[in-house]
């Protein structure tokens, strides 16, 4: 297989038509998100968006583990390392990062052609950005999404301040605060994927695009041939655990304050549910200040058009990677793996008001980095 960042290949389609089939070729990396990938990926969908002959997209992972990991966040770390002179890496790769993820994926939300994601194996953050913003979101029984930014001290971004707030219940703040780990039953329940099938009927749906007929409304074709694989299929999807535990769910984060509702969940520790138990246990060592910066998101948040809400995040993602705790973080986790992150606090209730403030004002002169986003005329809440 090539070792390009991105593999591209063009399926005929009837009528002249073309579907463009996209894969992320980081295979050994879980396929995670570089600066590369979203430079080379976001002006090539704009540029097949105003393609009449491109009737659908659709994106895939390399390999059978992973749809995309997330960011490719150790080189972010040694460019963070390098803007506080403590390393040799590109210091302005992580600022150039997180424009590039935000700009592609609010590419990816407003784009008219159809664009499938194929969500098998492992979504997380930055991937599961990506998956979110695509029209028709499809995950398979291998399917584990997540937004695990509490355990390095980063925040739910990539759009996280609109796909949570549109959860059932409270579950998107839950999710946020814990970063529990999702199935696909879990995917449907929440919203974050359309349609389930085994990562074997991959090529099914390759093979039915390129035979579909009637493309006068692509849109519409695509929803139409991925129902009826879905409704062919004779296996079902995992149980949801959100939806199982999902007034629990409620009960816990129903709060006055942050340290109530931290507490609340944290008394899940020794439920006799491991996945409930797992993700108290996540939240009970994440970064204190993810959890204010989560709860502010996700309160202030829901009202946001998605145009503003990467521009609320672009702003929270400068300031964390200004700020010690996701340098510190990504440390314990992937660079010395010691998995005892020293965070800058030792519990919510020691943050205070002014440092979560901060992670929320602009670190730049000027225009918003992104003030050149363009609004569309209207975003549907999938």
Partial sequence: ???????????????????????????????????????????????????????????????????????????????????????????DYPDNFFEAEYRLDYTLHTLDTPVIGWGNGVAMGGGLGILAGCHFRVVTENARLAMPEI??????????????????????????????????????FVGLADRYLPHAAKDDVLSALASAEDWGDPAHTVDRLLRRLAHAQDGAPPASNVRRHL???????????????????????????????????????????TAHLVHEQIRHGAQL?????????????????????FREGVRALLIDKDGQPDWSFKSVAEVPA?????????????DHPLADLTAPPAVASR
Avoid at 24 to 49: F, G, H, T, Y
Avoid at 151 to 176: A, C, E, H
Avoid at 305 to 325: G, K, N, T, Y
């Fill in 1 to 91: 297989m090539s070792e390009a960042p991105l593999l591209i290949e063009d399926l005929p389609a009837a009528g002249g038509k073309t579907i463009k089939r996209v894969t992320l070729n980081a295979p050994k990396a879980l396929n995670s998100l570089s600066l590369a990938m979203a430079r080379e990926l976001q002006p090539k969908l704009v540029e097949w968006d105003a393609d009449d002959a491109v009737v659908a997209i659709f994106i895939e992972g390399a390999g059978d583990r992973a749809f995309c990991a997330g960011g490719d966040i150790v080189q972010i770390y040694h460019g963070m390392k390098s803007l506080h002179d403590e390393g040799e890496g590109d210091a």
């Fill in 151 to 188: 355990t390095i001290g980063l925040f739910p971004d990539v759009g996280g301040t609109w796909f949570l707030n549109r959860m059932p219940g409270r579950s998107g703040l839950f999710l946020g605060l814990t970063g529990a780990h999702m199935n696909a039953g879990d995917a449907l």
């Fill in 354 to 366: 002014s440092t979560v403030k901060a992670h929320f004002a602009p670190s730049w002169d000027g």
């Fill in 247 to 289: 007034d629990r769910i409620n009960d816990v984060t129903d709060a006055d304050t942050l340290s109530e509702l931290v507490g609340a969940i944290r008394s899940l520790a020794s439920h006799e549910d491991k996945w409930l138990a797992k993700a108290a246990a996540t939240l009970d060592g994440g970064c204190p200040v």
């Fill in 305 to 325: 058009s998605l145009r503003d809400v990467f521009l609320r995040e672009l702003a929270m993602a400068r300031q964390c990677i200004r700020h010690p705790d």
